[in-house]
């Protein structure tokens, strides 16, 4: 099992980053995804859960109307839009499969 995460960056204030997620050694469609991140000094906390099908999961308050997951299965990968970022969205951001597989983390950083 492996998960890698890109599409990390530098981003202004009010500006949108992609995530992607590239998965293999099992088979996507049947699993959910959960997307973390991990600010400086602050623990690890789930950002939203990208459902098999159906809405996301679990987004987080402080995310909800911004961030938004997606997937292609046939791709093997899973999405993170996130829109108007603010500097609070700063972290490093991991994506996660049951199991506790984790992928290496791409780092956000949203700052003027």
């Known amino acids: 099992v492996r998960l890698v995460e890109s599409g990390g960056g530098l981003v202004q204030p009010g500006g949108s980053l992609r995530l992607s997620c590239e998965t293999s050694?099992?088979?996507?469609?049947?699993?959910?995804i959960n997307w973390y991140r991990q600010a400086p000094g602050r623990e690890r906390e789930l950002v939203l859960s990208?459902?098999?099908?159906?809405?996301?999961?679990n987004v987080a308050n402080s995310v909800k109307g911004r961030f938004t997951g997606s997937r292609e299965d046939d791709w093997n990968t899973v999405y993170l839009q996130m829109n108007n970022l603010k500097t609070e969205d700063t972290a490093v951001y991991y994506c996660n499969r049951i199991g506790d597989y984790w992928g290496p983390g791409t780092q956000v950083t949203v700052s003027s």
């Open positions: 050694g099992f088979t996507l469609s049947l699993y959910t």
């Open positions: 990208v459902s098999r099908s159906g809405p996301d999961l």
